[in-house]
């Protein structure tokens, strides 16, 4: 395992425990958790947390009979729960539930830059990257926040290189020009909640056909 | 909880349920749930604690903490109609003999978060239970520099060793 250096901030991995992170970051932080011990064992701790707010929470009574309600429900079959989508080579479990199992389409987006969208919606989206060697995604500023895991390759910027395994965080106020370093092609999954606006024209003109 | 995991005794585990469902459905409904649907989602929770009982690892989880995570899980998805994204699960060995020494470990990182959680001013607590209520977005709560997160530093560290220690076993 490759050291991990970029980890997932904790105001980002306390509120996914709480479950109130956008799906697009709650599946980029899934991932990263896959694949990085010590944001599990944070993530780990933050439910430790949220378990002691949930001791601390004021009872509320029950109604008649749901004890004994339950109780009885107990001998029934256990609810069916789909299998969950292994992790598959740079794949981890949770990306390859979004894929539903299936590889990566690819889409191309010019220079060799391809892109899978996973999914768009009102919460923001997250997509599959594909940037080969040395190649540059143009540069853009943001709405909002964007995370970025590096699952194959490497890219830098002017925040630092990231490596397999490492997380970037970048909030509006990052103008970035993210360049894929030599080696594998970089495979990134990207999650934004807002449209991410390109700084020359044609690429802005592009964004709504692309979606990026 | 373990004589509900390993012994499937419902005496147990009807005493898990006085305890956790009012718990329960209290927080539920503090997020806006009536309290039917409270309850409904409260008797999902405990059949789920229930029938996964294998899965729960006293050396890496509280019973608060692993059922708080059942009960955030169960949520969402309702809310979503589709479900969470959950990180893969660890493949433990399943003959592994319960690390006695990390459960122990483990109860007193939890009751020094507790001590620490105790003696927090008033609007901190209430800070802390919004967050993990699920009632504050990550801006907010990073925006909450006052949030004590650096009590929580040594629980990670624990945590971080023991996963550590278990993959080392099953190379």
């Given amino acids: ?212 | 909880m373990l004589a509900v995991r390993d012994r499937r005794d419902r005496a147990a585990f009807a005493e898990l349920f006085d305890h956790f469902a009012p718990r329960l459905k209290g927080f539920i409904m503090r997020r806006g749930t009536g309290a039917g649907q409270a309850e409904e989602i409260v008797q999902e929770v405990m059949l789920t604690v229930w029938h996964k009982a294998d899965q729960f690892d006293p050396a890496r989880a509280q019973v608060s903490a692993w059922i708080y995570q059942i009960a955030r899980n169960r949520q969402i998805d309702i809310a979503r109609k589709e479900n969470r994204p959950l990180p893969e699960e660890l493949a433990e060995d399943p003959e592994a003999e319960p690390d006695a020494a990390q459960m122990l470990a483990l109860e007193q990182e939890a009751q020094h978060l507790k001590r620490a959680l105790a003696k927090l001013k008033h609007d901190q607590r209430e800070i802390i239970e919004q967050a993990y209520m699920g009632e504050l977005t990550h801006q907010e709560i990073s925006a909450r520099t006052g949030l004590p997160l650096g009590t929580i530093k040594s629980r990670i560290r624990l945590g971080l060793e023991r996963l550590r220690h278990d993959l080392k076993d099953m190379r």
């Avoid at chain 1, 980890?7 to 980002?12: E, G, Q, S, T, V």
């Fill in chain 1, 1 to 212: 395992m490759t050291t991990i250096r970029h980890h997932i901030p904790d105001a980002l991995l306390a509120a996914y425990a709480a479950g109130n992170l956008p799906q697009p970051f709650a599946l980029v932080v899934a991932a990263h958790v896959s694949i990085c011990l010590d944001c599990r064992a944070a993530l780990e701790a933050h439910q430790a947390v949220g378990g002691l707010v949930l001791e601390g929470t004021a009872p509320e009574g029950l109604s008649d009979g749901m004890k004994s309600r339950v109780l009885d429900l107990l001998d029934g079959p256990a609810p069916a729960s789909a299998p969950r989508q292994p992790r598959s080579g740079i794949y981890p479990g949770p990306v390859m539930e979004a894929l539903k199992g299936r590889p990566p389409r690819w889409k191309p987006l010019g220079g060799g830059v391809r892109q899978d969208i996973l999914s768009a919606s009102d919460d923001g989206s997250v997509r599959l990257l594909y940037i080969p060697a040395g190649q540059a995604v143009p540069d853009h500023g943001h709405g909002g926040l964007e995370l970025t895991l590096v699952l194959q390759g490497s890219f830098s910027d002017e925040t630092g290189q990231y490596g397999v395994g490492d997380l970037e965080v970048a909030d509006e106020n990052l103008e970035h020009v993210p360049i894929a370093g030599a080696g594998p092609p970089c495979i990134c999954l990207a999650a934004t909640d807002a449209p991410l606006r390109f700084n020359s024209l044609i690429p802005r003109l592009l964004q709504p056909l692309f979606r990026i």
